[in-house]
Nanobody
Framework: VQLVESGGGLVQPGGSLRLSCAAS????????VKWYRQAPGKERELVSSINSGGSTTYYADSVKGRFTISRDNTKKTVYLQMNSLKPEDTAVYYC?????WGQGTQVTVSS
């Protein structure tokens, strides 16, 4: 069983990144998927989630209107499109599905 995040990096304020979370080893399509983030010195917070079929999504107020979550069950992958990035979005972003967690991908927003 694996969840592997990718797509993080360094971006200037106002820029965009697309994170991916690729699953393997379990029936991914049966489960909701959540993106969390953890900034240095802060608790891990829920950023966004999507249900198993992709029809229902949730966004934290801090990212609403800027981030979009989606999934492709044929590819066993969930995406987090992040636009209009702000320095306060800087964190390690984690993918969570059922009892499984990815290793995280670093997002740094800085000029």
């Amino acid at each position: 069983v694996q969840l592997v995040e990718s797509g993080g990096g360094l971006v200037q304020p106002g820029g965009s990144l697309r994170l991916s979370c690729a699953a393997s080893g379990f029936t991914f399509s049966m489960y909701a998927v959540k993106w969390y983030r953890q900034a240095p010195g802060k608790e891990r917070e829920l950023v966004s989630s999507i249900n198993s079929g992709g029809s229902t999504t949730y966004y934290a107020d801090s990212v609403k209107g800027r981030f979009t979550i989606s999934r492709d069950n044929t590819k066993k992958t969930v995406y987090l499109q992040m636009n209009s990035l702000k320095p306060e979005d800087t964190a390690v972003y984690y993918c969570n599905c059922a009892a499984y967690w990815g290793q995280g991908t670093q997002v740094t927003v800085s000029s």
